[in-house]
C-alpha cells in the first residue's frame, strides 16, 4: 500500500468559481451542480439531503472558511496476494491470516483470470492488456515482470460543513464522507456486508439524519444504485457496511463509489476542540490476520470499544483529520 497523494483543503477553492459565481446569480446552476464542481462525488451529493445540500452551497459561497474537505489516495498491492494465493496451500493461506471465505473466492475468481485471453481479462477488469498480461503471469507463478502493471487506487474524502445559523441547536455540521475506485479491484471481496467505513468524533453531538448512497458498476457503468446499514454510537460516531456486489434486476454489479453524510448538533456550545476522522476497510481477512484492508483518513477509531473496528483488522495511516470545535 502507499501513499500517492494527500491534500487537506478549504472547498472555497472552487475550481470554476467565476462560473458558479455567475450562475448563482442568475439562479442557473442548481445545488447538485454546484457541488459536483467543486469536487464531491456523484455518490456524495445523492447522500445528501435538499437542506443539507443548500447548507453547503450557502456556506461555500458566503461563508467558505466553514467548509473544510480532505481527501487522501492510497494503492492495493494486488500482486502479493496473487503471488501467495499462487505458492501457498489454502492451509499456508489460513495461517497467513486470509479467511476460509476469502480464499474459496479468489480461488474461484484467479482461475477464471487465467481461463481468459488477456484482451478478455482486460476487458474484464475495466484495465490495460498489459495488466491483464501481468496478472496472468503472477498467477501461473512466473514473478518476473514484464509488463506495465498498475495497482488498484482508492480515493477516499472527508468533509465537514460548519451550519452558520445552527437553529434551534447551538451548533450543527454536516459531515460528508466518500469513497471511488479510480480503478477496478482485482481481488474478491465476498458478497456480504463485508465493506465498512467508520466516523468518529468526540464525545457530545448526537446525530441527524444519517444517510449514503453505494454506487454499484459493471465495465466501468453506474447501473445501479443501493445503500449502506448505519450503526450510530451516540455522542461518539457511526460505522457503515454494505456489500462489495449486488445483484438487481439480473445485473451483478461492485461496489465502485460511495457517499455517506448526517449531521452532528448539540443543544450547548462549549468551544472544545474536537477531530472528526473516518477509516475505510475490507473484510477480507480474519480480525487477527495480516489483511489486505484499506485504512486511511483517520486517527485511532479503533480504540473505541463501541465500534466494531480494530487495529489487527484494520491498518492506519498517518492521522489525517478535520478539527471542529463543538
Known amino acids: 500500500m502507499k501513499k500517492r497523494c494527500f491534500n487537506i483543503v478549504l472547498a472555497f477553492l472552487f475550481t470554476i468559481t467565476s462560473l458558479l459565481t455567475s450562475s448563482f446569480a442568475h439562479a442557473t446552476i442548481s445545488n447538485d451542480d454546484a457541488l459536483l464542481a467543486n469536487g464531491f ?14 447548507h453547503l452551497v450557502y456556506e461555500l459561497q458566503n461563508n467558505p472558511e466553514n467548509v473544510q474537505t480532505l481527501t487522501y489516495v ?29 480464499i474459496e473466492e479468489n480461488r474461484i475468481l484467479f482461475d477464471s483470470y487465467l481461463s ?9 477488469l475495466n484495465t490495460t492488456e498489459d495488466t491483464a498480461i501481468t496478472v496472468q503471469q503472477t498467477l501461473s507463478g512466473n514473478n518476473v515482470q514484464t509488463r506495465a502493471f498498475s495497482n488498484s487506487e482508492l480515493e477516499i474524502r472527508l468533509s465537514v460543513g460548519k451550519y452558520s445559523n445552527p437553529a ?14 479510480l ?3 482485482m481481488i474478491a471481496i465476498t458478497d456480504r456486508n463485508g465493506e465498512n467505513f467508520g466516523i468518529k468524533w468526540g464525545y457530545g453531538p448526537g446525530v441527524l439524519n444519517y444517510n449514503s448512497t453505494i ?14 446499514s448505519g450503526d450510530v454510537k451516540y455522542g461518539y460516531g457511526i460505522t ?3 456489500c462489495w456486489k449486488k445483484t438487481q434486476a439480473g445485473k451483478e454489479g461492485y461496489a465502485e463509489s460511495g457517499g455517506f453524510t448526517f449531521d452532528i448538533a448539540s443543544n450547548t456550545y462549549s468551544g472544545f476542540l474536537t477531530t472528526v476522522s473516518a477509516v475505510y476497510g475490507h473484510k477480507t481477512a480474519k480480525v487477527n490476520g495480516i489483511g489486505i484492508n484499506i485504512a486511511i483518513v483517520g486517527s485511532s477509531i479503533g480504540v473505541l470499544p463501541s465500534f466494531n473496528l480494530d487495529y ?6 498517518d492521522e489525517k483529520k478535520v478539527d471542529i470545535r463543538i
Open 168 to 181: 434551534p441547536y447551538a451548533v450543527r455540521y454536516t459531515v460528508l464522507a466518500g469513497f471511488t475506485w
Open 312 to 317: 489487527d483488522h484494520f491498518k492506519y495511516s
Open 215 to 228: 454506487e454499484y458498476y459493471l465495465f466501468g457503468k453506474n447501473i445501479f444504485d443501493g445503500t449502506a
Open 74 to 102: 492510497v494503492e492495493i498491492d494486488e500482486l502479493s496476494v496473487m503471488r501467495d494465493f499462487k505458492n501457498c496451500t489454502d492451509e499456508e493461506l489460513l495461517v497467513k491470516g486470509y479467511s476460509s471465505e476469502f
Open 116 to 124: 481468459m485471453t488477456s484482451q478478455e481479462l482486460a476487458d474484464w
Open 183 to 185: 480503478s477496478q479491484p
Open 41 to 54: 462525488l456523484s455518490a456524495e451529493v445523492k447522500s445528501l439531503s435538499d437542506d443539507q445540500k443548500a
Open 240 to 242: 457503515y457496511d454494505w
